[in-house]
């Protein structure tokens, strides 16, 4: 009769693990996304968090990211990207040409890295038109290494900040300046060639890695718990027989 007790025991207890661990295997529901929270928790990146602040743009993206099944891709200048312009730079614009520099940091669509290697050019941004416009965004390139260019300024993707399938945060090394606000006014002059831009293998490594799952390790300490309790049930079992 102890026995049976015992043995009736064990087996519940081994079922009730076995309920409670499942639901812990699934993700847990992500709120909102918030584009200033992924970028604060990467650092260095307090101008660009002023400017997406001062320009509602932040607001913007959070909203689209709620609403459409398209994505977004964000391309990410850190603060020393803002530092290296020329000063004055950002200044010197209206309140309306820095909303459009931000958007133009901005693809309405999700775009894995790989994703890169098949889109046309002109990429259309949130600043407008590309093909008609000024906001012209031409990437270029060769296995995970992705070059952009503006027509005024040449960059690299430095590393993948955040993605999530839905949004992409991309570090890239300089500040994108639209052709129709920092184009070259006569046709004369010509581009200037671009030093010391080639990156490097660790840039292309840190492209390649996706960012950790914070729930991955609470499953498995779930499943092992599990696993362990299930050892433990079976061995009383035995020793009650
Ligand atoms: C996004 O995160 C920032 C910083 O953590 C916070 O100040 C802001 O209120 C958040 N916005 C939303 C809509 O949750
Ligand atoms: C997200 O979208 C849903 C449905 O479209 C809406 O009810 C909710 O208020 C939105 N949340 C935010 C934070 O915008
Ligand atoms: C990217 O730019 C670097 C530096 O200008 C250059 O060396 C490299 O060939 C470019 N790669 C592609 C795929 O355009
Ligand atoms: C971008 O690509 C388009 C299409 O290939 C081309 O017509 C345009 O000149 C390019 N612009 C820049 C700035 O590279």
Redesign the pocket.
């Known amino acids: 009769m102890k026995n049976h007790i015992f043995l009736i025991s064990a087996v519940l207890l081994v079922q009730v693990i076995a309920i409670a661990a499942q639901p812990a295997a699934a993700p847990a529901p992500a709120g909102p996304t918030n584009i200033t929270k992924i970028l604060e928790k990467a650092g260095q990146y307090t101008t660009l968090i002023r400017l997406l602040k001062s320009t509602q743009v932040g607001d913007q993206i959070n909203t689209q990211l709620n609403n459409s099944n398209q994505g977004l891709t964000m391309f990410a200048p850190p603060d020393n990207a803002f530092s290296n312009l020329k000063s004055g730079t950002l200044n010197s614009l209206t309140d309306q040409e820095k909303v459009e520099v931000i958007q133009f940091h901005i693809v309405p669509s999700f775009l894995s890295v790989s994703n890169f290697q098949t889109v046309s050019n002109p990429l259309r941004t949130q600043a407008g038109d590309a093909n008609n416009g000024q906001f012209p965004l031409n990437v ?3 296995g995970n ?1 992705v ?1 952009i260019t503006t027509g005024v300024v ?1 960059t ?1 993707i430095a590393n993948t900040i955040y993605s999530d399938n839905t949004l992409a945060v991309y570090q890239i090394d300089k500040v994108l300046l639209p052709l129709d606000l920092f184009g070259p006014p006569a046709p004369a002059a010509a581009p200037k060639p ?1 030093k010391g ?3 490097n293998s660790k840039d292309k490594s840190a492209a390649d890695s996706s960012p950790s799952d914070d729930d991955s390790s609470d499953a498995m300490g779930l499943a092992c718990h599990g696993v362990l309790s299930f050892f433990v049930a079976a061995v009383i079992v035995a020793f009650s027989l």
């Open positions: 270029t390139t060769a290494q070059n040449d690299t671009q831009s080639a990156p």
